[in-house]
């Protein structure tokens, strides 16, 4: 199985902060690789897919780069609705796997 | 805007089958651009993709699951099914149905776009 690794696992930060987090595959995975934000009693929610690709309906401060093994998730200016647990997920091969998470909190 | 609606026991006993519905509405389960999973959630929030399957039967699991899960595709009702045998304490979880699409730019690219708002099921006798 591909294993993500993620960090920070925990991000302390203000509104209006510029915020990114990491996410690490243990093999090459090209540009297969989705993020999530989960918010406290609720789903997943895509934000962006194929590293790069916004999901439509997402705020254009939410950006994503990366191929290969390293891609990361950028929040360009930190609002208060953002503060939630963001999640890779990589799906280049079967089984589909996913990080463990960054909780991103207030300051 | 496709909603997906997981219904099912919120408590199973252990050795017994955990079995799950996914009813799709706004949107049709026949639809062969889209594949239909199951993911769930541990309480430490670990993330568990178990399996998917499209709108002909065709299925894909995860092999540390595969053993115990069937999933099943009900096109005249418009939902699809999970079922996991042997349950212990380790499958209390939130259990999510998505739908997963696909597109299409140089390459394919697979992403979960919808989900379930997800059903607690508990492990316990």
């Known amino acids: 199985d591909i294993q993500l690794t993620q960090s920070p696992s925990f991000l302390s930060a203000s509104v209006g902060d510029r915020v990114t987090v990491s996410c690490r595959a243990s093999?090459?995975?090209?540009?297969?690789l989705a993020w999530y934000q989960q918010k406290p009693g609720a789903a997943p929610s895509l934000l962006i897919f194929?590293?790069?690709t916004l999901q439509t309906g997402v705020p254009s401060r939410f950006s994503g780069s990366g191929s290969g093994t390293e891609f990361s998730l950028t929040i360009s200016s930190l609002q208060p609705e953002d503060f939630a647990t963001y999640f890779c997920?990589?799906?280049?091969?079967?089984?589909?796997?996913f990080g463990l998470g960054t909780r991103l909190e207030i300051k | 805007q496709v909603r997906l609606q997981e219904s099912g026991p919120g408590l199973v006993k252990p050795s017994q089958t955990l079995s799950l519905t996914c009813t799709v509405s706004?949107?049709?389960?026949?639809?062969?651009?889209?594949?239909w999973s199951w993911i769930r959630q541990t309480a430490g929030q670990r993330l568990e993709w178990i399996g998917r399957?499209?709108?002909?039967?065709?299925?894909d699991y995860n092999p540390s699951l595969k053993s115990r899960v069937a999933i099943s595709v009900d096109t005249s009702r418009n939902q699809f099914s999970l079922r996991l045998r042997s349950v212990t304490a380790a499958d209390t979880a939130v259990y999510y149905c998505?739908?997963?699409?696909?597109?299409?730019?140089?390459?394919?690219?697979?992403?979960?776009?919808?989900w379930g708002k997800g059903t607690t099921v508990t492990v316990s006798s």
């Open positions: 998505v739908r997963e699409g696909v597109t299409v730019m140089v390459d394919y690219y697979y992403y979960m776009g919808a």
């Open positions: 706004v949107g049709y389960i026949t639809d062969g651009s889209f594949y």
């Open positions: 399957i499209n709108s002909r039967g065709a299925t």
């Open positions: 093999q090459g995975i090209g540009t297969s």
């Open positions: 194929a590293a790069s």
């Open positions: 997920q990589q799906l280049y091969s079967y089984p589909i796997t």
